[in-house]
């Protein structure tokens, strides 16, 4: 033994040979930690990993968890993001239509009013034979056209007052004074249109057919006028609390999928968050859910 390792390390130094026995020496603690105690290896080479004791880095399971937490975030994107477009869709689209459609409906009605009171005026200035053809009659079919306009006029400017759909933020008392106050506009663009087109009549001057309206059909008008905005208002109200339950089903989604609890507290600032107007029916609606 002593004559082998003279032979070994007869051609170092001290020092040389003091480095090559350590370094043998934790070669072997190094691999008796291996196979006793499983310790994970890698041997690296500038090159790169040349073998490993190690599991694959798929397998590390922190990373197994971000990957699973970037899932979850996506996931929940999307969720967020498809809600965001149904209620786009809802409050721009089908708001508008049936606010519009309700307001187009009523227009007709309005027409109606007019239309009917003018041929009841035109008739007791007509001769018999005259009253036989009395839709064809030169004055009504003038006083038809000027109507129509009107009522067109008047469809863009309600479509405008719809467009924001803010109504449901109105308490009901104020929100009846602006009705009243469109309305009263709407009533005026019919009255300047009968005053500035109908003209150059051959049987109803537009002073005759200003006065009866203001005796006979603005009132009614009026009436219908402001019922357009009452029901946009219901619809806008309905409409906010359809958003209300999309917004709670997130909530609820959220909660559930990642197995977490909102608290009172950041429901209270979810509230808080709103209109004051909406705050009776949604603290019910917590309370129904939660």
């Not at 339950?245 to 808080?272: P, S």
Request: net charge neutral; charged share 30%.
């Amino acid at each position: 033994m002593d004559i082998i390792e003279i032979g070994l390390f007869s051609g170092l130094t001290f020092v040389q040979a003091l480095i090559i026995i350590s370094l043998i020496l934790i070669v072997i603690i190094a691999l008796v930690l291996i196979v006793t105690f499983k310790v994970p290896f890698i041997f690296k080479t500038r090159g790169g990993s040349l073998f490993s004791t190690s599991k694959k880095d798929k397998d590390d399971p922190l990373k197994e968890k971000i990957s699973m937490q970037k899932k979850d975030l996506l996931l929940i994107m999307g969720r967020v993001s498809d809600t965001i477009k149904k209620e786009t869709e809802i409050k721009k689209v089908e708001t508008m239509n049936l606010q519009m459609s309700f307001a187009e409906e009523k227009m007709e009605e309005v027409k109606d009013v007019f239309e009917t009171r003018f041929l009841e005026i035109l008739r007791s200035k007509l001769s018999s034979k005259q009253k036989e053809n009395v839709i064809y009659n030169v004055d009504y079919k003038k006083y038809e056209i000027i109507i129509k306009t009107a009522s067109d006029s008047i469809i863009n400017s309600f479509r405008t007052a719809c467009r924001a759909n803010h109504f449901d933020e109105y308490e009901d008392s104020k929100f009846l004074s602006y009705a009243e106050r469109k309305s009263g506009q709407f009533i005026q663009i019919i009255s300047d249109a009968i005053n500035n087109d109908f003209m150059n009549t051959s049987f109803v001057t537009s002073e005759e057919v200003v006065q009866d309206n203001i005796s006979n059909t603005f009132p009614k008008a009026k009436e219908i006028f402001v019922k357009l905005f009452i029901n946009a208002k219901k619809i806008s109200s309905e409409t906010s609390y359809k958003l209300l339950e999309m917004e709670f089903e997130l909530m609820d989604f959220v909660e559930n999928y990642l197995d977490v609890n909102v608290t009172d507290e950041e429901k209270t600032i979810f509230i808080k968050s709103l209109t004051q107007e909406k705050n009776r029916e949604i603290k019910r609606r917590i309370k129904d859910n939660y």
